[in-house]
């Protein structure tokens, strides 16, 4: 009895530290858990913030093709371009803007026209044309969307309400659109001339594929085809709409802005995901070691 009881007389003076014997290994790492007590969430605190960023979707794209651009600019200079291509034409459609963006620019026009043909007052039209690009710019940072949709459609409205006021002439509210197809389309065609097809440049950076597209003569020529259909675009807007534009024809013009607008945008970006779907993405050759290395 007493030789069994030496061997807890020794051991007693450790187990009097932690009282509970089986708690002794817990004892040691104890101070460590006391600062996030629940030991399972000390991961989850560590990516807490990282999932924060996704909720307010910084990332999202502005607004049409130059959202796309912009996005492609800036996914080279930080040299995070490798996306995953879009699995759907809804998918295509949300890469090059989506039709928020299209919404942004489309309801302050279409305000104005009304208000005008009403009131045949160009200030009334042009404070309703910018009260409504305000409530977008609240209602996003409400829901904290990406805040280029509504920081793009108030600069558009301040611009073009800027020229309809110093011209007098409130079909002047749909020329900064006039030119920014213009623009368009004169880079479609530069892009088309050089062998470098704007379309390809713009997604192939955005989903990763870099320039490897054009050594894939398939993709390249799907690419090549789909900047012609945007071109195309881009001239049918102007043909249409710079003609009523020239007779001072305000109505005629802001329906024509937006029938050729979203609805024609969105089967423009159909299109173009059925004739890139039939092509595989091309991948650069360096991205295949990377997970190895």
Same mark, same amino acid.
């Given at each position: 009895?007493?030789?069994?009881?030496?061997?807890?007389?020794?051991?007693?003076?450790?187990?009097?530290?932690?009282?509970?014997?089986?708690?002794?290994?817990?004892?040691?790492?104890?101070?460590?858990?006391?600062?996030?007590?629940?030991?399972?969430?000390?991961?989850?605190?560590? =990516? !807490?913030?990282?999932?924060? %960023?996704?909720? *307010?979707?910084?990332? /999202?794209?502005? =607004?049409?093709?130059?959202?796309?651009?912009?996005?492609?600019?800036? #996914?080279?200079?930080?040299?995070? #371009?490798? !996306?995953?291509?879009?699995?759907?034409? $809804?998918?295509?459609?949300?890469?090059?803007?989506? *039709?928020?963006?299209?919404?942004?620019?489309?309801?302050?026009?279409?305000? +104005?026209? *009304?208000?005008?043909?009403?009131?045949?007052?160009?200030?009334?039209?042009?404070?309703?044309?910018?009260?409504?690009?305000?409530?977008?710019?609240?209602?996003?940072?409400?829901?904290?969307?990406?805040?280029?949709?509504?920081?793009?459609?108030?600069?558009?409205?301040?611009?073009? #309400?800027?020229?309809?006021? &110093?011209?007098?002439?409130?079909?002047?509210? +749909?020329?900064? #659109?006039?030119?920014?197809?213009?623009?368009?389309?004169?880079?479609?065609?530069?892009?088309?001339?050089?062998?470098?097809?704007?379309?390809?440049?713009? &997604?192939?950076?955005? @989903?990763? %594929?870099?320039?490897?597209?054009?050594?894939?003569?398939?993709?390249?020529? /799907?690419?090549? /085809?789909?900047?012609?259909?945007?071109?195309?675009?881009?001239? &049918?807007?102007?043909?249409?709409?710079?003609?009523?534009?020239?007779?001072?024809?305000?109505?005629?013009?802001?329906?024509?802005? @937006?029938?050729?607008?979203?609805?024609?945008?969105? &089967?423009?970006?159909?299109?173009?995901?059925?004739?890139?779907?039939?092509?595989?993405? $091309?991948?650069?050759?360096? $991205?295949?070691?990377?997970?190895?290395?």
């Amino acid at each position: 009895m007493d030789t069994g009881e030496v061997p807890g007389a020794v051991s007693g003076p450790a187990e009097q530290e932690p009282v509970p014997g089986p708690r002794a290994p817990g004892a040691v790492s104890g101070p460590a858990e006391q600062e996030p007590v629940p030991g399972p969430r000390a991961p989850g605190a560590v =990516s !807490g913030p990282a999932e924060r %960023e996704p909720a *307010a979707n910084p990332s /999202a794209p502005a =607004s049409g093709l130059l959202g796309a651009i912009r996005q492609a600019a800036a #996914a080279q200079a930080s040299g995070n #371009a490798g !996306g995953n291509p879009p699995e759907s034409a $809804a998918a295509l459609l949300g890469l090059l803007g989506g *039709a928020r963006g299209m919404l942004d620019s489309a309801v302050p026009g279409a305000l +104005f026209v *009304a208000v005008y043909v009403a009131t045949r007052n160009l200030t009334t039209p042009l404070l309703v044309a910018a009260g409504a690009a305000l409530v977008m710019f609240v209602y996003r940072l409400a829901r904290r969307d990406a805040l280029r949709y509504a920081v793009g459609g108030c600069i558009g409205v301040a611009i073009a #309400a800027g020229l309809a006021v &110093l011209t007098g002439k409130p079909e002047n509210y +749909f020329l900064p #659109a006039l030119g920014l197809n213009a623009a368009y389309a004169t880079v479609s065609a530069v892009s088309l001339a050089v062998r470098w097809p704007l379309i390809g440049v713009v &997604l192939g950076t955005i @989903i990763g %594929e870099g320039t490897q597209w054009r050594r894939d003569p398939p993709r390249r020529r /799907a690419y090549t /085809a789909t900047t012609v259909l945007w071109l195309g675009m881009f001239l &049918l807007r102007i043909a249409v709409l710079f003609p009523l534009w020239l007779a001072n024809l305000l109505v005629p013009l802001g329906v024509g802005r @937006i029938v050729l607008g979203y609805p024609l945008y969105a &089967l423009v970006v159909w299109l173009t995901w059925l004739i890139i779907s039939r092509t595989r993405p $091309a991948r650069p050759p360096a $991205a295949a070691p990377a997970p190895g290395a």
